[in-house]
């Protein structure tokens, strides 16, 4: 990927959506968002992985999805109630619940990792614009970041302020009524991430998606399943396309002539994808 080039420049590269590891590739006894996970991703072909982001009582900025220490680390605390080395001494379990000698990455650890091998989204960015801009500065891994966010006014401004360099990507359920808004703003926007729950929604039409092509944006989607309870993708999964039917979940998907897929089934979802043709 030469990232010298803009995003859109590199997906009519491509000639197929980006594939975005949802926290890397993991299973077994290697956690999500750690090295391996990353470094797996990478060596499986993604085109984007996915990172979340946390910070410890400390200040120091750890990669973990927040809230999900009773699942992953079983301390008892959650990040931002840990100092930075009780993070690092603290072991990730595998899926059997098993201590690991994985450690939670920080994420100049995590940037580094990646610095010129894929995209890297930057989810829950929102959390700490100015914190989290300034480390991917540091890391200079800015033509690579892709941020999101909603797109209620004050999120907008904080992007405007701190990150209107890097790739932004808008949070969207149903129907788009923010891209033309935010062509005008000084935002660095690229497209949306689509959330739907019905195969009708407009944001998942051709008009739609021929619109956003028609000026220069990307639509993002995803097949991941992370609760059963939120259907974002009206159930065209990763669990549907492998269990069923792949023609019903990632095909339909790239019918829709989409530009990234986040998927947790990397290599059965490139296998697909090259099958299909």
């Known amino acids: 990927m030469d990232f010298n080039r803009s995003i859109l420049e590199n997906r009519r590269a491509k000639g197929r959506p980006f594939l975005a590891a949802h926290r890397g590739v993991n299973g077994a006894n ?5 090295l391996a996970a990353y470094r797996i991703a990478v060596d499986q072909g993604a085109d984007v992985v996915e990172i979340d982001v946390t910070k410890s009582l400390d200040g120091e900025f750890f990669v973990f999805h927040p809230y999900m220490e009773p699942v992953y680390l079983k301390c008892g605390k959650l990040i931002p109630e840990m100092t930075a080395e009780e993070v690092r001494n603290t072991p ?31 989810d829950k960015f929102w959390t700490d614009p100015e914190g989290i801009s300034d480390q991917i500065r540091r890391a200079g891994v800015e033509k690579q970041v892709i941020v999101k966010a ?11 302020k701190y990150a209107s360099d890097l790739m932004f990507c808008a949070l969207v359920w149903h ?15 690229i497209g949306t991430e689509a959330l739907f729950d019905r ?7 051709d008009p739609y998606i021929r619109w956003m092509h028609e000026h220069d944006l990307l639509v993002w989607v995803n097949s991941i399943v992370y609760n059963e309870a939120e259907i974002i993708s009206a159930g065209h999964t990763d669990d549907i396309s492998l269990t069923e039917d792949p023609e019903k979940g990632w095909g339909w998907l790239l019918d829709r002539q989409v530009d990234f897929i986040q998927t947790d089934w990397l290599l059965a979802l490139k296998g697909y994808m090259e099958k299909r043709g």
């Open 199 to 205: 195969d009708s929604d407009e944001i998942v039409s």
């Open 175 to 189: 129907k788009d009524e923010v891209s033309e808004m935010l062509l005008e703003r000084k935002i660095n926007y």
């Open 92 to 122: 990730l379990l595998n899926q059997d619940e098993v201590p690991t000698h994985y450690r939670v990455p920080t994420l100049q650890e995590t940037l580094a990792l990646l610095k010129d091998k894929a995209y890297i989204n930057v």
């Open 30 to 34: 290697i956690p999500c968002n750690t």
């Open 150 to 160: 909603g797109v209620d006014e004050s999120s907008l401004a904080l992007v405007e």
